[in-house]
């Protein structure tokens, strides 16, 4: 197989990065599982915008403290400036945020905000946009959309990236050759036993990563969302309470039914609170009490979250919600510049898989659909005016290597953990 671009992952990040580049490039995008099965199909509250000129300041200094002043200045320079022209791109494309009356979007609010920015479609943004991107991409005859297929290794080349070692839907290994190739692998949480994540997002690219010396940065840097929904049972994805709930107004409380904390406090704050409390009570779990929000705006603006806890058995309009904080997002990753690009020649990665310290330490809410989207159009922009590559034939590939998937992702996964609890430990 021979692709000008390789894109591993059909998440926002992925899916946006194959609409930038040039419609006369051959452009193969691979997703481990069904193209739905992404986290940016189950994004929530919404996307951040610098909605004026007058809330530059105020839009930086947020995004700053909530990541404890870590964040690399010019990414979030970036990611602030780029946030306009990326929303054009995704309204060009079909997107349809929320808007009043006259037209004009209206902005939520999520915690560590100082100011209403941000843009969503009811309690469902990512679906309305990654849909829409899907759809966009599916139109365009140059991108070749092949799902269940997994990538299992880069092939290096006099230390550059000349194409992956991928298992196709056959549950054949294969090799690909690509000019460049595009990790927008996403997060990391099905390493974890408690995330809001999807089970097969384990860190692939960052186990690569570690195999060929490319570097990484701050693996170490994980985020715990605050209020996911509490079963005592379930093994499975926990479902995210969006914090845009707490922004419209809902309200924490212990086991005697007594507010103990702000609950527009970042991420990583709150949910230092919530473990205290709960070790507190004696509990695995708080309340969360959605009632403050007025019912007509709750089932406008939050109909998913709504109708999901009346499946789990609770009236959100009528009673108080169990929540607990587990794994939700990966602020490290595979070490980027402001394009996208890796250590390793021709070797991008853009999206949550991806690091320049734009979150720093904690993310900013609502920052991450924006980032992903700026960062993957930068890089679809860099690989665009690369000088053209020099095509030599693959060089030979052991596929017998590959031939244990199970033992291979045994490995990575046990890599990728060893690598964040060293950071750790060396904090
Ligand atoms: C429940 C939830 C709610 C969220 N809400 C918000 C929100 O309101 N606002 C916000 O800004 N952010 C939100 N986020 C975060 C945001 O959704 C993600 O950070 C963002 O969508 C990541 O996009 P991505 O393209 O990097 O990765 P993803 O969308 O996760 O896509 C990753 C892709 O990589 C593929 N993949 C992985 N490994 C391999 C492999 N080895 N081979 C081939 N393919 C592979 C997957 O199949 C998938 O297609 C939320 C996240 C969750 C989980």
Redesign the pocket.
């Known amino acids: 197989m021979e692709t000008d671009i390789l894109i591993?992952?059909?998440?926002?990040?992925?899916l946006y990065c194959a609409l930038c580049l040039p419609d006369d490039k051959k452009i193969t995008v691979?997703?481990?599982?069904a193209?739905e099965?992404?986290?940016?199909?189950?994004?929530?509250?919404?996307?951040?915008v610098l909605k004026d000129e007058s809330d530059f300041d105020s839009f930086f200094e947020d995004t700053l403290k909530a990541g404890h002043y870590e964040n690399d200045r010019e990414s979030v320079k970036i990611m602030i400036e780029s946030s306009r022209d990326v929303i054009s791109d995704l309204v060009g494309f079909g997107v349809d945020f929320c808007r009043d009356d006259d037209g004009n979007f209206r902005y939520t609010r999520e915690g560590a905000h100082s100011q209403s920015r941000i843009l969503y479609h009811k309690d469902i943004?990512?679906r309305e946009i990654?849909s829409k991107l899907l759809a966009r991409a599916r139109e365009r005859a140059n991108i070749k959309i092949l799902e269940n297929?997994?990538?299992?290794d880069i092939i290096e080349q006099s230390g550059e990236c000349v194409g992956a070692v991928i298992l196709n839907n056959h549950g054949e290994t294969k090799t690909i050759k690509a000019d460049f190739t595009v990790l927008?692998?996403?997060?990391i949480?099905g390493l974890f036993k408690h995330s809001?994540?999807?089970r097969?997002?384990?860190g692939?690219?960052l186990a690569i990563a570690l195999d060929h010396g490319i570097a990484l940065k701050n693996p170490d840097y994980v985020q715990i969302h605050p209020t996911t929904l509490y079963s005592p049972n379930d093994r499975d994805r926990c479902f995210?309470i969006?914090e845009s709930v707490r922004g419209e107004g809902a309200k924490l409380y212990n086991k005697n039914m007594e507010r103990f904390v702000d609950e527009l406090l970042p991420r990583d704050l709150l949910t230092k609170a919530i473990h205290k409390q709960m070790a507190l009570d004696g509990s695995n779990f708080v309340w969360e009490d959605l009632r403050p929000i007025p019912e007509d705006i709750l089932r406008e603006h939050f109909p998913n979250i709504v109708e999901h806890c009346r499946s789990k058995g609770y009236d959100v309009t009528k009673q108080c919600i169990p929540v607990v904080p587990a794994q939700?997002?990966f602020m490290g990753g595979v070490k980027i510049d402001h394009f996208g690009k890796t250590s390793m020649p021709n070797l991008y990665a853009?999206?949550?898989?991806a690091c320049n310290s734009v979150h720093g330490k904690n993310r900013l809410?609502?920052?991450?659909?924006?980032e992903?989207l700026v960062f993957a159009k930068r890089a679809a922009r860099d690989i665009n005016q690369h000088p053209a590559i020099d095509h030599r034939p693959l060089p030979p590939v052991d596929l017998n290597r590959y031939a244990d998937i199970k033992a291979l992702e045994r490995r990575y996964k046990k890599i990728v953990l060893e690598e964040i609890n060293r950071r750790n430990e060396n904090v």
Do not use: R
């Not at 591993?8 to 992925?14: A, D």
């Not at 691979?30 to 599982?33: A, E, F, N, R």
């Not at 099965?37 to 951040?48: K, T």
């Open positions: 591993v992952g059909s998440g926002c990040s992925g691979i997703t481990k599982s193209v099965e992404s986290d940016s199909f189950l994004a929530q509250g919404g996307i951040c943004t990512g990654t297929t997994t990538l299992l927008a692998t996403g997060g949480g809001t994540n999807f097969h997002l384990t692939d690219a995210l969006s939700h997002y853009v999206g949550e898989t809410a609502s920052n991450s659909l924006l992903s």
